[in-house]
């Protein structure tokens, strides 16, 4: 068989996978249901034989089916998965807050190590105007607006990444992804509140230089650095 056969066939058993996985899904076809006869799917899709078990495989490999050997293939229960759910009620101890801190760790020094490689003006811009924000809140009484500014720095990481998959979970996040949002009680008994928030500005500050040069091998540096410091920090209170 040539290559192009082959190829041509692939794509046709591809339509009698999406056709038959539509079946299942309305209903058409039922969870413990046979499917019907492999002539009878040869006659139904106009198709070959190898077109039919080519799409029998997928099909059980996808584990839409199974095959009971003399019997025939049936229709196999789906099982749905929980989708990925993070509510406010998930992150109120510090042991939430560590957990949430060294998934950003790993997500965020590879999203800054790209923004060091792609950034433009306009990122750069973000960048500084977040910094700026957070530096006039820092001696405020009302500490709150560095919060917004923290995020909105990080997200403006994220989109000089030009990974629009860093943006979205970031922003699905939230203000989540900023610990001082969401355990306030902690905060609020550290030693110099102000104290810490500056080391947080003079790391954010390290940070965007980092950017700014274009190094990213020092940006992903700096980044896990301020994370770690945020972790250690939660751990030792």
């Known amino acids: 068989m040539s290559s192009m056969i082959k190829s041509r066939s692939k794509k046709l058993s591809q339509v009698v996978v999406n056709e038959l996985i539509d079946k299942i899904q309305s209903g058409e076809l039922e969870v413990g249901k046979k499917i019907p006869t492999e ?22 490999s996808l584990g839409y089916v199974e095959t ?19 509510s406010n009620a998930s992150l109120e101890t510090i042991t939430d807050i560590i957990s949430l801190l060294e998934l950003r760790m790993s997500l965020e020094s590879e999203a800054v190590f790209l923004a060091s490689e792609r950034r433009n003006e306009n990122n750069l811009s973000k960048m500084k105007a977040a910094l ?9 009484d009302k ?6 500014a923290d995020y909105n720095f990080h997200i403006a990481i994220a989109e000089a990444s030009g990974n629009q998959y860093f943006v979205d979970f970031l922003k699905y996040l939230g203000e989540k992804i900023i610990p001082r949002a969401r355990l306030k009680s ?3 008994v550290s030693s110099n509140r102000e104290d810490y928030l500056r080391v947080v500005h003079n790391d954010h500050v390290n940070i965007y230089n980092a950017v700014l040069e ?17 972790i250690k920090k939660f751990k030792n209170e």
């Open 143 to 148: 500490n709150d607006g560095t919060i917004n």
């Open 132 to 140: 700026d924000d957070f530096e006039q809140h820092i001696s405020s």
């Open 39 to 60: 002539l009878e799917l040869i006659v139904l899709f106009e198709v070959s034989r190898s077109v039919i078990r080519e799409a029998i495989t997928e099909l059980r």
């Open 68 to 86: 009971r050997h003399g019997i025939g293939t049936f229709v196999k229960e789906q099982i749905v998965e929980q989708n990925f759910l993070l």
């Open 186 to 188: 902690i905060e609020a």
């Open 214 to 230: 274009q190094d990213g091998l020092l940006a992903r540096q700096t980044m896990r650095a301020h994370l770690s410091k945020s």
